[in-house]
């Protein structure tokens, strides 16, 4: 069964900063993208974040300069620094790996930005 793992979250004021990490199996990890998601409240997920196998980022325009996707292929990991958090950041962050026929999911990871 393929795995996910997220972690990182947690409750954090406005303007601070945390980093999330995803970690799963050197399968999954090294034959595609991986990408950051979240979904606040009554609201549709929504793409934050993706990077490619060769470590090509793209960043939705609503986390430009604050937010930044990597990764470590020594410890198949992702990571998502978030700094200058907002209260409009308030979500369950989801790490995704899409692959041909299937997309993977983690199980989420809850920020709350505190105004």
């Known amino acids: 069964q393929v795995q996910l793992v997220e972690s990182g979250g947690g409750l954090v004021q406005a303007g601070g900063s945390l980093r999330l990490s995803c970690a799963t199996s050197?399968?999954?990890?090294?034959?595609?993208?991986m990408a950051w998601y979240r979904q606040a409240p009554g609201k549709q997920r929504e793409l934050v974040a993706s990077i490619t196998m060769r470590g090509r980022p793209d960043h939705a325009d609503s986390v430009k300069g604050r937010f930044t996707i990597s990764r470590d292929n020594a410890k198949n990991t992702i990571y998502l620094q978030m700094n200058n958090l907002k209260p409009e950041d308030t979500a369950v962050y989801y790490c995704?790996?899409?692959?041909?026929?299937?997309?993977?999911w983690g199980q989420g990871t809850q920020v709350t930005v505190s105004s």
């Open positions: 050197v399968s999954i990890f090294m034959t595609g993208t």
């Open positions: 995704n790996a899409p692959r041909v026929g299937v997309s993977y």
